[in-house]
T-cell receptor, first 109, second 117 residues
Framework: GEDVEQSLFLSVREGDSSVINCTYT??????LYWYKQEPGAGLQLLTY?????DMKQDQRLTVLLNKKDKHLSLRIADTQTGDSAIYFC?????????FGSGTQLTVLP | GAVVSQHPSWVICKSGTSVKIECRSL??????MFWYRQFPKQSLMLMAT?????????EQGVEKDKFLINHASLTLSTLTVTSAHPEDSSFYIC?????????????FGEGSRLTVL
Protein backbone atom coordinates (compact mmCIF):
# COMPACT_ATOMS: atom_id res chain seq x y z
CA GLY A 1 0.00 0.00 0.00
CA GLU A 2 0.85 3.67 -0.02
CA ASP A 3 3.43 5.03 2.40
CA VAL A 4 3.43 8.74 3.13
CA GLU A 5 6.16 10.36 5.22
CA GLN A 6 6.60 13.80 6.70
CA SER A 7 8.99 15.43 9.10
CA LEU A 8 7.41 15.79 12.52
CA PHE A 9 8.20 19.35 13.58
CA LEU A 10 8.82 22.74 12.01
CA SER A 11 9.27 26.12 13.70
CA VAL A 12 9.33 29.43 11.88
CA ARG A 13 9.13 33.08 12.87
CA GLU A 14 6.01 35.07 12.16
CA GLY A 15 6.21 36.64 8.71
CA ASP A 16 8.64 34.07 7.34
CA SER A 17 7.72 31.38 4.83
CA SER A 18 7.09 27.82 5.96
CA VAL A 19 7.82 24.82 3.78
CA ILE A 20 6.39 21.47 4.81
CA ASN A 21 7.67 18.45 2.91
CA CYS A 22 6.12 15.08 2.19
CA THR A 23 7.26 11.98 0.31
CA TYR A 24 5.04 9.20 -0.94
CA THR A 25 5.56 5.82 -2.50
CA UNK A 26 2.55 5.13 -4.70
CA UNK A 27 3.23 6.67 -8.08
CA UNK A 28 -0.33 5.94 -9.16
CA UNK A 29 -1.75 8.43 -6.65
CA UNK A 30 -3.96 10.65 -8.77
CA UNK A 31 -4.54 13.36 -6.21
CA LEU A 32 -2.42 14.61 -3.33
CA TYR A 33 -3.88 16.67 -0.53
CA TRP A 34 -2.87 18.95 2.29
CA TYR A 35 -5.00 19.07 5.43
CA LYS A 36 -4.72 21.29 8.51
CA GLN A 37 -5.64 20.14 11.99
CA GLU A 38 -5.94 22.59 14.84
CA PRO A 39 -5.78 21.31 18.43
CA GLY A 40 -8.75 19.13 19.32
CA ALA A 41 -10.40 19.62 15.95
CA GLY A 42 -10.99 17.60 12.83
CA LEU A 43 -9.20 18.04 9.54
CA GLN A 44 -9.68 20.93 7.21
CA LEU A 45 -8.84 20.51 3.54
CA LEU A 46 -6.40 23.26 2.58
CA THR A 47 -5.65 22.41 -0.99
CA TYR A 48 -5.02 19.55 -3.36
CA UNK A 49 -3.09 18.96 -6.55
CA UNK A 50 -3.74 16.63 -9.43
CA UNK A 51 -0.84 14.37 -10.29
CA UNK A 52 -0.32 15.87 -13.74
CA UNK A 53 0.40 19.30 -12.26
CA ASP A 54 3.74 20.59 -11.00
CA MET A 55 2.50 23.53 -9.03
CA LYS A 56 -0.67 25.01 -7.64
CA GLN A 57 -1.00 28.38 -5.95
CA ASP A 58 -3.87 29.50 -3.77
CA GLN A 59 -3.37 32.83 -2.00
CA ARG A 60 -0.61 32.25 0.58
CA LEU A 61 -0.35 28.55 -0.21
CA THR A 62 1.86 27.05 -2.91
CA VAL A 63 1.95 23.33 -3.56
CA LEU A 64 4.86 21.85 -5.49
CA LEU A 65 4.81 18.31 -6.83
CA ASN A 66 7.86 16.44 -8.10
CA LYS A 67 6.48 13.22 -9.49
CA LYS A 68 9.87 11.82 -10.40
CA ASP A 69 11.06 12.05 -6.80
CA LYS A 70 7.56 11.46 -5.35
CA HIS A 71 7.95 14.63 -3.33
CA LEU A 72 5.23 17.06 -2.37
CA SER A 73 5.66 20.34 -0.53
CA LEU A 74 3.41 23.01 0.92
CA ARG A 75 4.74 26.52 1.19
CA ILE A 76 2.93 29.03 3.38
CA ALA A 77 3.95 32.59 2.69
CA ASP A 78 3.94 35.26 5.42
CA THR A 79 3.26 32.66 8.11
CA GLN A 80 1.01 33.87 10.92
CA THR A 81 0.46 32.61 14.47
CA GLY A 82 -2.94 31.32 13.34
CA ASP A 83 -1.13 28.96 11.00
CA SER A 84 0.21 27.00 13.98
CA ALA A 85 -1.30 23.54 13.59
CA ILE A 86 -0.54 20.05 12.38
CA TYR A 87 -0.40 19.67 8.62
CA PHE A 88 -1.08 16.33 6.99
CA CYS A 89 -0.36 15.37 3.44
CA UNK A 90 -2.42 12.54 1.99
CA UNK A 91 -2.36 10.54 -1.19
CA UNK A 92 -5.34 9.00 -2.91
CA UNK A 93 -4.65 5.34 -3.56
CA UNK A 94 -6.95 2.84 -5.20
CA UNK A 95 -9.48 2.81 -2.37
CA UNK A 96 -8.66 5.31 0.27
CA UNK A 97 -6.64 8.25 1.39
CA UNK A 98 -3.37 7.46 3.13
CA PHE A 99 -2.16 10.12 5.51
CA GLY A 100 1.34 11.10 6.51
CA SER A 101 2.26 11.34 10.18
CA GLY A 102 1.65 15.07 10.23
CA THR A 103 4.02 18.01 10.69
CA GLN A 104 3.55 20.18 13.75
CA LEU A 105 4.09 23.78 12.63
CA THR A 106 4.88 26.24 15.39
CA VAL A 107 4.94 29.92 14.53
CA LEU A 108 7.09 32.00 16.87
CA PRO A 109 6.33 35.68 17.44
CA GLY B 1 -18.24 24.25 2.12
CA ALA B 2 -20.13 21.20 3.30
CA VAL B 3 -20.45 20.64 7.04
CA VAL B 4 -19.89 17.38 8.87
CA SER B 5 -20.75 17.32 12.54
CA GLN B 6 -19.82 14.79 15.19
CA HIS B 7 -21.43 14.22 18.55
CA PRO B 8 -20.32 14.04 21.27
CA SER B 9 -17.10 16.04 21.05
CA TRP B 10 -15.82 14.56 24.27
CA VAL B 11 -16.92 11.50 26.18
CA ILE B 12 -15.58 9.79 29.27
CA CYS B 13 -16.87 6.36 30.15
CA LYS B 14 -16.14 3.47 32.45
CA SER B 15 -14.42 0.36 31.22
CA GLY B 16 -16.91 -2.22 29.96
CA THR B 17 -19.56 0.22 28.81
CA SER B 18 -20.50 1.01 25.21
CA VAL B 19 -20.24 4.42 23.62
CA LYS B 20 -21.97 5.67 20.49
CA ILE B 21 -20.52 8.45 18.34
CA GLU B 22 -22.62 10.12 15.66
CA CYS B 23 -21.45 11.60 12.39
CA ARG B 24 -23.88 13.79 10.49
CA SER B 25 -23.67 15.51 7.14
CA LEU B 26 -25.63 18.68 7.78
CA UNK B 27 -26.22 20.12 4.34
CA UNK B 28 -25.62 17.29 1.93
CA UNK B 29 -26.32 13.61 1.53
CA UNK B 30 -23.44 11.21 1.96
CA UNK B 31 -23.68 7.68 0.64
CA UNK B 32 -20.22 7.00 1.98
CA MET B 33 -18.67 8.03 5.26
CA PHE B 34 -15.31 7.11 6.72
CA TRP B 35 -14.26 6.51 10.30
CA TYR B 36 -10.70 7.21 11.42
CA ARG B 37 -8.84 6.81 14.65
CA GLN B 38 -6.04 9.08 15.70
CA PHE B 39 -3.60 8.41 18.53
CA PRO B 40 -1.80 11.33 20.13
CA LYS B 41 0.74 12.93 17.83
CA GLN B 42 0.08 10.33 15.15
CA SER B 43 -1.64 10.27 11.82
CA LEU B 44 -5.15 9.18 11.06
CA MET B 45 -5.75 5.51 10.56
CA LEU B 46 -8.76 4.50 8.51
CA MET B 47 -10.91 2.09 10.48
CA ALA B 48 -13.82 1.48 8.16
CA THR B 49 -15.85 2.74 5.26
CA UNK B 50 -19.50 3.19 6.05
CA UNK B 51 -21.96 2.67 3.19
CA UNK B 52 -25.56 3.78 3.45
CA UNK B 53 -27.91 0.83 3.47
CA UNK B 54 -25.23 -1.84 3.52
CA UNK B 55 -22.57 -3.29 5.76
CA UNK B 56 -19.47 -1.31 6.54
CA UNK B 57 -16.12 -2.31 5.09
CA UNK B 58 -13.52 -2.68 7.82
CA GLU B 59 -9.79 -2.26 7.41
CA GLN B 60 -7.48 -5.09 8.31
CA GLY B 61 -6.96 -5.41 12.03
CA VAL B 62 -10.14 -3.55 13.02
CA GLU B 63 -12.58 -5.70 14.96
CA LYS B 64 -16.02 -5.28 13.47
CA ASP B 65 -17.73 -6.68 16.56
CA LYS B 66 -15.93 -4.14 18.72
CA PHE B 67 -16.50 -1.13 16.50
CA LEU B 68 -20.08 -1.33 15.24
CA ILE B 69 -20.89 0.96 12.37
CA ASN B 70 -24.39 1.77 11.21
CA HIS B 71 -25.22 4.03 8.27
CA ALA B 72 -28.99 3.98 8.35
CA SER B 73 -29.62 7.21 6.46
CA LEU B 74 -27.89 9.42 3.93
CA THR B 75 -27.00 11.95 6.60
CA LEU B 76 -26.05 9.83 9.61
CA SER B 77 -23.45 7.22 10.41
CA THR B 78 -22.81 5.95 13.91
CA LEU B 79 -19.80 4.27 15.45
CA THR B 80 -20.41 2.27 18.62
CA VAL B 81 -17.41 1.21 20.66
CA THR B 82 -18.66 -1.84 22.51
CA SER B 83 -17.30 -2.96 25.88
CA ALA B 84 -14.81 -0.13 25.83
CA HIS B 85 -11.42 -0.53 27.46
CA PRO B 86 -8.72 2.04 28.25
CA GLU B 87 -6.79 1.08 25.11
CA ASP B 88 -9.79 2.25 23.07
CA SER B 89 -9.19 5.79 24.32
CA SER B 90 -8.48 7.83 21.23
CA PHE B 91 -9.65 10.62 18.97
CA TYR B 92 -12.21 9.35 16.48
CA ILE B 93 -12.85 11.36 13.33
CA CYS B 94 -15.40 10.80 10.60
CA UNK B 95 -15.46 12.17 7.11
CA UNK B 96 -18.09 12.24 4.42
CA UNK B 97 -17.75 12.24 0.68
CA UNK B 98 -19.39 14.87 -1.46
CA UNK B 99 -19.39 13.84 -5.10
CA UNK B 100 -16.27 12.04 -6.23
CA UNK B 101 -13.34 11.54 -3.88
CA UNK B 102 -11.06 12.26 -6.77
CA UNK B 103 -11.97 15.93 -6.78
CA UNK B 104 -10.98 16.33 -3.18
CA UNK B 105 -14.50 16.68 -1.89
CA UNK B 106 -14.00 14.99 1.46
CA UNK B 107 -15.09 16.85 4.57
CA PHE B 108 -14.16 15.96 8.11
CA GLY B 109 -16.01 16.18 11.37
CA GLU B 110 -14.59 17.94 14.40
CA GLY B 111 -13.64 14.66 16.02
CA SER B 112 -14.79 12.89 19.18
CA ARG B 113 -12.36 12.31 21.99
CA LEU B 114 -13.07 9.12 23.90
CA THR B 115 -11.49 8.50 27.28
CA VAL B 116 -12.14 5.14 28.90
CA LEU B 117 -11.41 4.93 32.61
Amino acid sequence: GEDVEQSLFLSVREGDSSVINCTYTDSSSTYLYWYKQEPGAGLQLLTYIFSNMDMKQDQRLTVLLNKKDKHLSLRIADTQTGDSAIYFCAGKGARQLTFGSGTQLTVLP
Amino acid sequence: GAVVSQHPSWVICKSGTSVKIECRSLDFQATTMFWYRQFPKQSLMLMATSNEGSKATYEQGVEKDKFLINHASLTLSTLTVTSAHPEDSSFYICSARVGSLGTGELFFGEGSRLTVL
